[in-house]
Protein backbone atom coordinates (compact mmCIF):
# COMPACT_ATOMS: atom_id res chain seq x y z
CA UNK A 1 0.00 0.00 0.00
CA UNK A 2 3.30 1.90 0.77
CA UNK A 3 4.18 2.69 -3.12
CA UNK A 4 0.45 2.81 -3.95
CA UNK A 5 0.40 5.60 -1.41
CA UNK A 6 3.34 7.75 -2.43
CA UNK A 7 2.70 7.25 -6.38
CA UNK A 8 -0.79 8.62 -5.59
CA UNK A 9 0.34 11.40 -3.19
CA UNK A 10 2.60 12.89 -6.35
CA UNK A 11 -0.39 12.76 -8.70
CA UNK A 12 -3.25 13.87 -6.27
CA UNK A 13 -0.46 17.04 -5.62
CA UNK A 14 -0.73 17.97 -9.27
CA UNK A 15 -4.18 16.69 -9.73
CA UNK A 16 -5.69 19.25 -6.29
CA UNK A 17 -3.87 22.19 -8.12
CA UNK A 18 -5.47 21.36 -11.55
CA UNK A 19 -8.87 20.87 -9.57
CA UNK A 20 -8.61 24.33 -7.36
CA UNK A 21 -7.18 26.23 -10.94
CA UNK A 22 -10.11 24.21 -12.42
CA UNK A 23 -12.73 26.20 -10.03
CA UNK A 24 -11.16 29.25 -10.59
CA UNK A 25 -11.74 28.64 -14.21
CA UNK A 26 -15.41 27.05 -13.71
CA UNK A 27 -16.34 30.13 -11.76
CA UNK A 28 -15.21 32.61 -14.21
CA UNK A 29 -16.69 30.93 -16.58
CA UNK A 30 -19.93 30.56 -14.83
CA UNK A 31 -19.24 34.76 -13.94
CA UNK A 32 -18.21 35.08 -17.69
CA UNK A 33 -21.11 33.56 -19.67
CA UNK A 34 -24.11 32.10 -16.88
CA UNK A 35 -25.37 29.16 -16.93
CA UNK A 36 -28.56 29.75 -19.19
CA UNK A 37 -28.31 30.42 -22.86
CA UNK A 38 -24.76 30.94 -23.51
CA UNK A 39 -23.34 29.16 -21.23
CA UNK A 40 -25.64 25.43 -22.67
CA UNK A 41 -24.34 26.84 -25.81
CA UNK A 42 -20.74 26.36 -24.73
CA UNK A 43 -20.86 23.96 -22.29
CA UNK A 44 -22.52 21.12 -25.39
CA UNK A 45 -19.93 23.30 -27.42
CA UNK A 46 -17.36 21.68 -25.31
CA UNK A 47 -18.16 18.60 -24.50
CA UNK A 48 -18.04 17.12 -27.87
CA UNK A 49 -14.37 17.00 -28.15
CA UNK A 50 -14.22 14.89 -25.10
CA UNK A 51 -16.86 12.72 -26.08
CA UNK A 52 -15.19 12.25 -29.70
CA UNK A 53 -11.56 11.54 -27.84
CA UNK A 54 -12.85 9.22 -25.27
CA UNK A 55 -14.75 7.29 -28.33
CA UNK A 56 -11.58 7.40 -30.74
CA UNK A 57 -8.86 6.48 -28.24
CA UNK A 58 -9.56 7.73 -24.71
CA UNK A 59 -11.05 4.53 -23.50
CA UNK A 60 -8.26 1.89 -25.14
CA UNK A 61 -5.70 4.31 -23.32
CA UNK A 62 -6.27 2.29 -20.02
CA UNK A 63 -7.99 -0.43 -20.72
CA UNK A 64 -5.88 -1.54 -24.02
CA UNK A 65 -2.85 0.71 -24.90
CA UNK A 66 -1.25 0.67 -21.02
CA UNK A 67 -1.07 -2.91 -20.52
CA UNK A 68 0.47 -3.29 -24.47
CA UNK A 69 2.74 -0.49 -24.04
CA UNK A 70 3.93 -2.62 -20.71
CA UNK A 71 3.48 -6.13 -22.33
CA UNK A 72 5.94 -4.66 -25.01
CA UNK A 73 8.58 -2.87 -22.65
CA UNK A 74 8.70 -6.65 -21.19
CA UNK A 75 9.13 -8.65 -24.40
CA UNK A 76 10.57 -6.75 -27.39
CA UNK A 77 14.40 -6.16 -27.46
CA UNK A 78 13.97 -2.67 -27.84
CA UNK A 79 12.17 -2.51 -24.39
CA UNK A 80 8.96 -1.10 -26.76
CA UNK A 81 10.61 1.93 -28.06
CA UNK A 82 9.74 1.31 -31.79
CA UNK A 83 6.26 0.49 -30.68
CA UNK A 84 5.23 3.50 -28.77
CA UNK A 85 6.53 5.72 -31.80
CA UNK A 86 4.18 3.89 -34.24
CA UNK A 87 1.44 4.49 -31.67
CA UNK A 88 2.31 7.83 -31.37
CA UNK A 89 2.49 8.01 -35.44
CA UNK A 90 -1.09 6.65 -36.01
CA UNK A 91 -2.57 8.69 -33.33
CA UNK A 92 -1.17 11.75 -34.92
CA UNK A 93 -2.23 10.99 -38.14
CA UNK A 94 -5.83 9.73 -37.25
CA UNK A 95 -6.68 12.27 -34.51
CA UNK A 96 -5.83 15.19 -36.74
CA UNK A 97 -7.87 14.13 -39.71
CA UNK A 98 -10.69 13.20 -36.94
CA UNK A 99 -10.68 16.77 -35.88
CA UNK A 100 -10.60 18.50 -39.27
CA UNK A 101 -13.96 16.11 -40.32
CA UNK A 102 -15.03 17.11 -37.18
CA UNK A 103 -15.12 20.61 -37.48
CA UNK A 104 -16.67 20.00 -40.86
CA UNK A 105 -19.58 18.58 -38.83
CA UNK A 106 -20.12 21.00 -36.35
CA UNK A 107 -23.81 21.82 -36.96
CA UNK A 108 -25.18 17.93 -37.42
CA UNK A 109 -22.66 17.27 -34.41
CA UNK A 110 -24.20 20.08 -32.21
CA UNK A 111 -27.95 18.81 -33.60
CA UNK A 112 -27.48 15.61 -32.55
CA UNK A 113 -26.11 16.67 -28.76
CA UNK A 114 -29.41 19.31 -28.14
CA UNK A 115 -33.04 19.22 -27.64
CA UNK A 116 -35.79 22.04 -28.61
CA UNK A 117 -32.99 24.76 -29.21
CA UNK A 118 -34.02 28.08 -30.99
CA UNK A 119 -32.00 28.98 -34.19
CA UNK A 120 -29.51 31.51 -31.82
CA UNK A 121 -28.83 29.27 -29.75
CA UNK A 122 -27.57 26.38 -32.51
CA UNK A 123 -25.91 28.87 -34.46
CA UNK A 124 -23.84 30.66 -31.00
CA UNK A 125 -23.62 26.65 -30.17
CA UNK A 126 -21.79 25.71 -33.79
CA UNK A 127 -19.15 28.94 -34.27
CA UNK A 128 -17.81 27.95 -30.83
CA UNK A 129 -18.05 24.36 -31.52
CA UNK A 130 -15.54 24.94 -35.12
CA UNK A 131 -13.29 26.70 -32.82
CA UNK A 132 -13.29 23.80 -30.27
CA UNK A 133 -13.13 21.07 -32.10
CA UNK A 134 -9.57 20.87 -33.34
CA UNK A 135 -8.46 20.35 -30.04
CA UNK A 136 -9.22 17.09 -30.19
CA UNK A 137 -6.14 16.33 -31.58
CA UNK A 138 -3.95 17.98 -29.21
CA UNK A 139 -5.80 16.72 -26.32
CA UNK A 140 -5.08 13.25 -28.00
CA UNK A 141 -1.38 13.34 -28.55
CA UNK A 142 -0.61 14.70 -25.19
CA UNK A 143 -3.08 11.95 -23.86
CA UNK A 144 -0.56 8.97 -25.46
CA UNK A 145 2.27 11.02 -24.54
CA UNK A 146 0.66 10.83 -20.96
CA UNK A 147 -0.26 6.90 -21.28
CA UNK A 148 3.88 6.43 -22.31
CA UNK A 149 4.76 8.42 -19.47
CA UNK A 150 2.55 6.00 -16.65
CA UNK A 151 4.30 3.04 -18.31
CA UNK A 152 7.49 4.39 -17.45
CA UNK A 153 6.05 5.40 -13.56
CA UNK A 154 6.26 9.30 -14.45
CA UNK A 155 2.95 10.01 -13.32
CA UNK A 156 3.56 14.29 -12.23
CA UNK A 157 3.33 15.35 -15.74
CA UNK A 158 0.07 14.00 -16.43
CA UNK A 159 -1.61 15.19 -13.09
CA UNK A 160 0.48 18.62 -13.85
CA UNK A 161 -0.11 19.33 -17.41
CA UNK A 162 -3.79 20.64 -16.96
CA UNK A 163 -2.75 23.47 -14.71
CA UNK A 164 -1.18 25.21 -17.82
CA UNK A 165 -4.38 24.75 -19.66
CA UNK A 166 -6.92 26.55 -16.60
CA UNK A 167 -4.35 29.20 -16.37
CA UNK A 168 -4.77 29.81 -20.16
CA UNK A 169 -8.32 29.43 -19.90
CA UNK A 170 -8.65 31.80 -16.79
CA UNK A 171 -6.71 34.52 -18.74
CA UNK A 172 -8.83 33.73 -21.95
CA UNK A 173 -11.71 34.18 -19.62
CA UNK A 174 -10.58 37.79 -17.44
CA UNK A 175 -10.57 39.27 -20.71
CA UNK A 176 -14.17 38.07 -22.04
CA UNK A 177 -15.53 39.24 -19.01
CA UNK A 178 -13.44 42.65 -18.89
CA UNK A 179 -14.55 43.75 -22.61
CA UNK A 180 -18.31 42.43 -22.91
CA UNK A 181 -19.25 42.84 -18.41
CA UNK A 182 -22.85 41.13 -18.41
CA UNK A 183 -23.12 41.32 -22.44
CA UNK A 184 -20.80 38.28 -22.35
CA UNK A 185 -23.96 36.36 -20.99
CA UNK A 186 -26.57 37.63 -23.33
CA UNK A 187 -27.27 35.33 -26.33
CA UNK A 188 -28.23 38.39 -28.66
CA UNK A 189 -25.43 40.30 -28.42
CA UNK A 190 -22.23 38.45 -28.30
CA UNK A 191 -20.86 38.84 -31.90
CA UNK A 192 -18.38 36.59 -33.98
CA UNK A 193 -15.28 37.69 -32.16
CA UNK A 194 -16.52 37.09 -28.92
CA UNK A 195 -17.50 33.87 -29.84
CA UNK A 196 -13.87 33.51 -31.64
CA UNK A 197 -11.86 34.72 -28.53
CA UNK A 198 -14.09 32.25 -26.29
CA UNK A 199 -13.85 29.02 -28.96
CA UNK A 200 -10.10 29.87 -29.73
CA UNK A 201 -8.91 30.37 -25.80
CA UNK A 202 -10.62 27.03 -25.01
CA UNK A 203 -8.01 25.47 -27.43
CA UNK A 204 -5.25 27.15 -26.56
CA UNK A 205 -5.05 26.05 -22.98
CA UNK A 206 -5.30 22.16 -24.60
CA UNK A 207 -2.32 23.23 -27.07
CA UNK A 208 -0.30 23.89 -23.72
CA UNK A 209 -1.38 21.27 -22.25
CA UNK A 210 -0.08 19.09 -25.10
CA UNK A 211 3.11 20.92 -25.27
CA UNK A 212 3.70 19.92 -21.42
CA UNK A 213 3.13 16.15 -22.07
CA UNK A 214 5.27 16.24 -25.22
CA UNK A 215 8.00 17.84 -23.59
CA UNK A 216 8.23 16.13 -20.51
CA UNK A 217 8.27 12.99 -22.52
CA UNK A 218 10.89 13.91 -24.68
CA UNK A 219 12.54 14.30 -20.94
CA UNK A 220 12.22 10.96 -19.98
CA UNK A 221 13.75 9.45 -22.81
CA UNK A 222 11.27 9.29 -25.54
CA UNK A 223 12.36 9.82 -29.07
CA UNK A 224 9.71 10.86 -31.78
CA UNK A 225 10.36 9.27 -34.67
CA UNK A 226 7.82 8.84 -37.28
CA UNK A 227 7.39 5.01 -38.24
CA UNK A 228 4.97 4.02 -40.70
CA UNK A 229 5.56 0.33 -40.58
CA UNK A 230 2.31 -0.10 -38.81
CA UNK A 231 2.55 -3.79 -39.88
CA UNK A 232 4.79 -4.36 -37.11
CA UNK A 233 2.62 -2.17 -35.10
CA UNK A 234 0.45 -5.05 -33.13
CA UNK A 235 -2.52 -3.54 -34.77
CA UNK A 236 -4.46 -6.55 -35.45
CA UNK A 237 -3.86 -7.83 -31.41
CA UNK A 238 -5.03 -3.95 -30.42
CA UNK A 239 -7.84 -3.90 -32.77
CA UNK A 240 -9.10 -7.62 -31.27
CA UNK A 241 -8.97 -6.14 -27.68
CA UNK A 242 -10.07 -2.44 -28.68
CA UNK A 243 -13.59 -3.54 -30.32
CA UNK A 244 -15.13 -4.10 -27.20
CA UNK A 245 -13.26 -1.06 -25.68
CA UNK A 246 -14.90 1.22 -28.32
CA UNK A 247 -18.39 -0.65 -27.98
CA UNK A 248 -18.37 -0.09 -24.24
CA UNK A 249 -17.35 3.92 -24.93
CA UNK A 250 -19.92 3.72 -27.68
CA UNK A 251 -22.45 2.44 -25.25
CA UNK A 252 -21.90 4.98 -22.13
CA UNK A 253 -22.28 7.54 -24.60
CA UNK A 254 -25.34 6.57 -25.50
CA UNK A 255 -26.55 7.18 -22.13
CA UNK A 256 -24.11 10.64 -22.13
CA UNK A 257 -26.35 11.33 -24.88
CA UNK A 258 -30.10 11.10 -23.19
CA UNK A 259 -28.69 13.03 -20.66
CA UNK A 260 -27.17 16.00 -22.49
CA UNK A 261 -30.91 15.97 -24.64
CA UNK A 262 -32.85 15.68 -21.61
CA UNK A 263 -30.82 18.23 -19.72
CA UNK A 264 -30.77 20.57 -22.75
CA UNK A 265 -34.37 20.70 -23.15
CA UNK A 266 -34.89 21.07 -19.20
CA UNK A 267 -32.78 24.34 -19.83
CA UNK A 268 -35.08 25.42 -22.04
CA UNK A 269 -37.95 25.37 -19.98
CA UNK A 270 -36.31 26.12 -17.37
CA UNK A 271 -33.04 28.82 -18.43
CA UNK A 272 -30.15 27.67 -15.68
CA UNK A 273 -31.46 24.38 -14.60
CA UNK A 274 -29.96 22.90 -18.15
CA UNK A 275 -27.20 21.33 -18.95
CA UNK A 276 -24.83 23.80 -17.41
CA UNK A 277 -26.12 23.08 -14.47
CA UNK A 278 -25.47 19.64 -14.34
CA UNK A 279 -22.44 19.71 -16.19
CA UNK A 280 -20.66 22.48 -13.23
CA UNK A 281 -22.31 20.05 -10.76
CA UNK A 282 -20.44 16.71 -11.79
CA UNK A 283 -17.52 18.74 -12.48
CA UNK A 284 -17.35 19.19 -8.53
CA UNK A 285 -18.20 16.01 -8.16
CA UNK A 286 -14.93 15.13 -9.94
CA UNK A 287 -13.21 16.87 -7.57
CA UNK A 288 -12.71 14.28 -4.99
CA UNK A 289 -12.70 11.62 -7.30
CA UNK A 290 -10.24 13.05 -9.44
CA UNK A 291 -7.88 14.23 -6.75
CA UNK A 292 -8.03 10.63 -4.53
CA UNK A 293 -9.40 7.85 -7.24
CA UNK A 294 -8.15 8.90 -10.55
CA UNK A 295 -4.41 9.17 -8.77
CA UNK A 296 -5.06 5.62 -7.19
CA UNK A 297 -6.23 4.16 -10.47
CA UNK A 298 -3.20 5.40 -12.72
CA UNK A 299 -0.34 3.67 -10.36
CA UNK A 300 -2.56 0.73 -9.69
CA UNK A 301 -2.96 -0.62 -13.49
CA UNK A 302 0.43 -1.21 -14.85
CA UNK A 303 0.94 -2.61 -11.38
CA UNK A 304 -1.84 -4.86 -11.93
CA UNK A 305 -1.17 -5.78 -15.43
CA UNK A 306 2.19 -7.02 -14.78
CA UNK A 307 1.06 -9.17 -11.50
CA UNK A 308 -1.20 -10.73 -14.48
CA UNK A 309 1.73 -10.64 -17.08
CA UNK A 310 3.48 -12.70 -14.31
CA UNK A 311 0.57 -14.77 -13.04
CA UNK A 312 0.54 -13.45 -9.54
CA UNK A 313 -3.46 -13.41 -8.99
CA UNK A 314 -2.51 -12.98 -5.05
CA UNK A 315 -0.96 -9.37 -6.39
CA UNK A 316 -3.85 -8.55 -8.72
CA UNK A 317 -5.95 -9.41 -5.09
CA UNK A 318 -4.48 -7.23 -2.78
CA UNK A 319 -3.07 -4.34 -4.96
CA UNK A 320 -7.32 -4.25 -5.77
CA UNK A 321 -8.35 -4.32 -2.35
CA UNK A 322 -5.64 -2.05 -1.00
CA UNK A 323 -6.72 0.84 -4.12
CA UNK A 324 -10.44 0.18 -2.74
CA UNK A 325 -9.83 0.99 0.97
CA UNK A 326 -7.37 3.65 0.10
CA UNK A 327 -9.30 5.48 -1.60
CA UNK A 328 -12.45 5.25 0.17
CA UNK A 329 -10.55 6.18 3.35
CA UNK A 330 -10.89 9.91 2.04
CA UNK A 331 -13.98 9.32 -0.37
CA UNK A 332 -16.48 8.01 2.33
CA UNK A 333 -16.36 11.59 4.04
CA UNK A 334 -16.42 13.51 0.81
CA UNK A 335 -19.54 12.01 -0.33
CA UNK A 336 -21.06 12.67 2.69
CA UNK A 337 -19.66 16.27 3.01
CA UNK A 338 -21.16 17.23 -0.57
CA UNK A 339 -24.61 16.44 0.50
CA UNK A 340 -24.42 18.61 3.43
CA UNK A 341 -22.98 21.06 1.87
CA UNK A 342 -23.47 21.09 -1.94
CA UNK A 343 -24.82 24.80 -2.21
CA UNK A 344 -22.11 26.67 0.28
CA UNK A 345 -19.58 24.87 -2.47
CA UNK A 346 -21.35 26.05 -5.59
CA UNK A 347 -22.61 29.98 -3.70
CA UNK A 348 -18.98 30.41 -2.72
CA UNK A 349 -17.69 29.26 -6.28
CA UNK A 350 -20.65 30.36 -8.89
CA UNK A 351 -22.39 33.49 -7.45
CA UNK A 352 -20.42 35.66 -9.26
CA UNK A 353 -20.71 38.32 -12.39
CA UNK A 354 -23.92 37.23 -14.27
CA UNK A 355 -24.78 34.79 -12.10
CA UNK A 356 -27.21 34.63 -9.31
CA UNK A 357 -27.74 33.24 -5.52
CA UNK A 358 -30.27 31.59 -6.34
CA UNK A 359 -28.91 29.71 -9.52
CA UNK A 360 -25.67 28.60 -7.80
CA UNK A 361 -27.73 27.22 -5.00
CA UNK A 362 -29.76 25.45 -7.70
CA UNK A 363 -26.15 24.15 -8.75
CA UNK A 364 -25.42 22.75 -4.98
CA UNK A 365 -28.98 20.50 -5.18
CA UNK A 366 -27.45 18.71 -7.82
CA UNK A 367 -23.92 18.44 -6.19
CA UNK A 368 -25.62 17.13 -3.24
CA UNK A 369 -27.72 14.73 -5.17
CA UNK A 370 -24.11 13.53 -7.17
CA UNK A 371 -22.57 13.12 -3.57
CA UNK A 372 -24.97 9.72 -3.15
CA UNK A 373 -22.45 8.53 -6.29
CA UNK A 374 -19.09 9.33 -5.43
CA UNK A 375 -18.07 5.96 -3.78
CA UNK A 376 -19.91 3.53 -5.97
CA UNK A 377 -18.67 5.87 -8.76
CA UNK A 378 -15.30 5.30 -7.67
CA UNK A 379 -15.03 1.93 -6.99
CA UNK A 380 -16.88 0.89 -10.16
CA UNK A 381 -14.23 2.66 -12.06
CA UNK A 382 -11.34 0.77 -10.15
CA UNK A 383 -13.26 -2.64 -10.97
CA UNK A 384 -12.56 -1.75 -14.61
CA UNK A 385 -9.59 -1.92 -14.26
CA UNK A 386 -9.12 -5.34 -13.29
CA UNK A 387 -10.36 -6.55 -16.11
CA UNK A 388 -8.46 -4.24 -18.37
CA UNK A 389 -5.21 -5.89 -16.35
CA UNK A 390 -5.85 -9.07 -17.82
CA UNK A 391 -6.02 -7.49 -21.36
CA UNK A 392 -10.35 -8.17 -21.09
CA UNK A 393 -12.07 -5.44 -22.71
CA UNK A 394 -15.59 -7.64 -23.53
CA UNK A 395 -16.58 -8.28 -19.97
CA UNK A 396 -17.18 -4.23 -19.08
CA UNK A 397 -18.79 -4.09 -22.44
CA UNK A 398 -22.11 -6.04 -21.06
CA UNK A 399 -21.70 -4.25 -17.62
CA UNK A 400 -21.76 -1.04 -19.55
CA UNK A 401 -24.57 -1.89 -21.63
CA UNK A 402 -26.65 -2.72 -18.85
CA UNK A 403 -25.79 0.70 -16.73
CA UNK A 404 -27.20 2.42 -19.74
CA UNK A 405 -30.15 0.80 -19.68
CA UNK A 406 -30.41 1.91 -16.69
CA UNK A 407 -29.66 4.87 -16.82
CA UNK A 408 -31.62 6.11 -19.75
CA UNK A 409 -34.65 4.09 -18.10
CA UNK A 410 -34.33 6.31 -15.07
CA UNK A 411 -33.59 9.61 -16.61
CA UNK A 412 -36.79 8.98 -18.91
CA UNK A 413 -39.00 8.83 -15.76
CA UNK A 414 -37.75 11.78 -14.60
CA UNK A 415 -37.81 13.78 -17.06
CA UNK A 416 -41.77 12.74 -18.27
CA UNK A 417 -42.20 12.83 -13.65
CA UNK A 418 -40.82 15.87 -12.76
CA UNK A 419 -41.20 19.68 -13.18
CA UNK A 420 -38.80 20.59 -16.06
CA UNK A 421 -36.67 22.68 -12.66
CA UNK A 422 -36.24 19.58 -10.94
CA UNK A 423 -35.09 17.31 -14.00
CA UNK A 424 -31.67 17.67 -13.51
CA UNK A 425 -31.69 16.49 -9.77
CA UNK A 426 -33.63 13.73 -11.24
CA UNK A 427 -31.04 12.61 -13.91
CA UNK A 428 -27.88 13.35 -11.15
CA UNK A 429 -30.50 10.29 -8.97
CA UNK A 430 -30.18 8.35 -11.66
CA UNK A 431 -26.45 8.75 -11.99
CA UNK A 432 -26.38 7.47 -8.33
CA UNK A 433 -28.80 5.01 -8.77
CA UNK A 434 -27.26 3.41 -11.62
CA UNK A 435 -23.40 3.22 -10.62
CA UNK A 436 -24.77 1.40 -7.48
CA UNK A 437 -26.35 -1.30 -9.53
CA UNK A 438 -23.07 -1.14 -12.03
CA UNK A 439 -20.84 -1.90 -8.52
CA UNK A 440 -22.41 -4.93 -7.82
CA UNK A 441 -22.64 -6.75 -11.59
CA UNK A 442 -18.83 -5.71 -11.77
CA UNK A 443 -18.01 -6.97 -7.96
CA UNK A 444 -19.18 -10.35 -8.45
CA UNK A 445 -17.67 -11.05 -12.17
CA UNK A 446 -14.01 -9.38 -11.01
CA UNK A 447 -14.45 -11.68 -8.41
CA UNK A 448 -14.82 -14.56 -10.72
CA UNK A 449 -11.86 -13.25 -12.80
CA UNK A 450 -9.26 -13.73 -9.67
CA UNK A 451 -11.04 -15.96 -7.33
CA UNK A 452 -12.24 -13.54 -4.70
CA UNK A 453 -11.53 -9.61 -4.19
CA UNK A 454 -11.35 -9.73 -0.21
CA UNK A 455 -14.97 -8.48 -0.22
CA UNK A 456 -15.33 -8.95 3.62
CA UNK A 457 -11.82 -7.33 4.30
CA UNK A 458 -13.58 -4.34 2.28
CA UNK A 459 -16.69 -4.37 3.22
CA UNK A 460 -15.49 -3.70 6.99
CA UNK A 461 -13.53 -1.13 5.65
CA UNK A 462 -15.77 0.46 4.48
CA UNK A 463 -18.31 0.42 7.58
CA UNK A 464 -15.95 1.33 9.96
CA UNK A 465 -15.15 4.35 7.32
CA UNK A 466 -19.14 5.16 7.20
CA UNK A 467 -19.11 5.40 11.35
CA UNK A 468 -16.43 7.65 11.29
CA UNK A 469 -17.71 9.85 9.41
CA UNK A 470 -20.92 10.42 10.45
CA UNK A 471 -20.04 12.47 13.64
CA UNK A 472 -17.94 14.14 10.93
CA UNK A 473 -21.24 15.10 8.30
CA UNK A 474 -23.55 16.07 11.92
CA UNK A 475 -20.65 17.88 12.48
CA UNK A 476 -21.01 20.15 9.26
CA UNK A 477 -25.09 20.08 9.38
CA UNK A 478 -24.72 21.73 12.68
CA UNK A 479 -22.55 24.63 11.25
CA UNK A 480 -24.83 24.85 8.34
CA UNK A 481 -28.14 25.03 10.37
CA UNK A 482 -26.32 27.39 12.47
CA UNK A 483 -25.32 29.68 9.53
CA UNK A 484 -28.60 29.91 8.22
CA UNK A 485 -30.29 31.05 11.51
CA UNK A 486 -27.78 33.72 12.05
CA UNK A 487 -27.40 35.37 8.35
CA UNK A 488 -27.80 35.07 4.73
CA UNK A 489 -26.90 33.02 1.70
CA UNK A 490 -23.99 34.90 0.63
CA UNK A 491 -20.29 33.91 -0.72
CA UNK A 492 -19.19 34.93 2.92
CA UNK A 493 -21.44 32.85 4.50
CA UNK A 494 -21.14 29.84 2.48
CA UNK A 495 -16.97 30.28 3.04
CA UNK A 496 -18.07 29.87 6.47
CA UNK A 497 -19.57 27.42 6.19
CA UNK A 498 -17.16 25.18 4.38
CA UNK A 499 -13.95 26.46 6.55
CA UNK A 500 -15.81 25.73 10.26
CA UNK A 501 -18.25 22.37 8.67
CA UNK A 502 -16.16 21.26 6.52
CA UNK A 503 -12.94 21.76 7.91
CA UNK A 504 -13.95 20.90 11.25
CA UNK A 505 -15.75 17.65 9.97
CA UNK A 506 -12.61 16.49 8.04
CA UNK A 507 -10.69 16.64 11.30
CA UNK A 508 -12.88 15.32 13.28
CA UNK A 509 -12.92 12.34 11.19
CA UNK A 510 -9.30 11.78 10.58
CA UNK A 511 -9.17 11.84 14.99
CA UNK A 512 -11.95 9.37 15.16
CA UNK A 513 -10.90 7.06 12.12
CA UNK A 514 -7.24 7.29 13.33
CA UNK A 515 -8.29 6.29 16.98
CA UNK A 516 -10.28 3.20 15.85
CA UNK A 517 -7.22 1.79 13.62
CA UNK A 518 -8.33 2.33 10.45
CA UNK A 519 -4.82 1.46 8.46
CA UNK A 520 -5.69 3.91 5.52
CA UNK A 521 -6.01 7.00 7.23
CA UNK A 522 -3.37 6.01 9.57
CA UNK A 523 -1.72 5.81 6.65
CA UNK A 524 -2.15 9.17 5.37
CA UNK A 525 -2.31 11.09 8.31
CA UNK A 526 1.35 9.56 9.23
CA UNK A 527 2.59 10.59 5.63
CA UNK A 528 1.06 14.05 6.48
CA UNK A 529 2.73 14.28 10.03
CA UNK A 530 6.16 13.29 8.49
CA UNK A 531 5.52 15.94 6.02
CA UNK A 532 4.91 18.46 8.22
CA UNK A 533 7.61 17.36 10.47
CA UNK A 534 10.46 18.04 8.26
Known amino acids: MSRVLRASAIMAA ?73 LMTLGTVVLTLVAVLAVLLARPLIGLYTEGWNARKIEVAVTLAQYILPQIAFFGIG ?15 PMWAPVLNNVVMIGVLVVYYLLLGDAGADIDKVTGADLALLGLGTTAGIVAQCLVLVVSLHRAGFRFRPRFDLRDAGLGEMGRTAVWTFAYVGVSQIA ?35 IIAVSVITAMLPRMSRAVHDGQLESVREEFASGVRLVSALLVPAGLMLMVLGPAVTVLIFSWGTMTIDSAVYIGNVLQVFGLALVPFSIFQLLLRVFYAFGDTRTPVFIGAGNTVVSIALSLLAYSLLPAEYVVMGLAAAFAITYVVGTAIAWTLAARRVRGLQGRAVAAGLSRMYVAALPAALVALGVLWLTQELTD ?46
Not at 146 to 157: E, K, M, V, Y
Not at 256 to 263: D, E, Q, W
Open 489 to 534: LTPLSAAIMLAAGGGLGMVLYLVIAHRMRIPEVSSIVGMVAGRVGR
Open 256 to 290: FLVTTRLSSGAGEAAPGAGNSAYASAFQLFQLPYG
Open 143 to 157: AIAGAILNTRDRFGA
Open 14 to 86: GTMVSRVTGFVRTALLAAAISTAYVGDAYNVAYAIPFILFDFLIGGILSSVVVPMIVKRQKNDPDGGRAYEQR
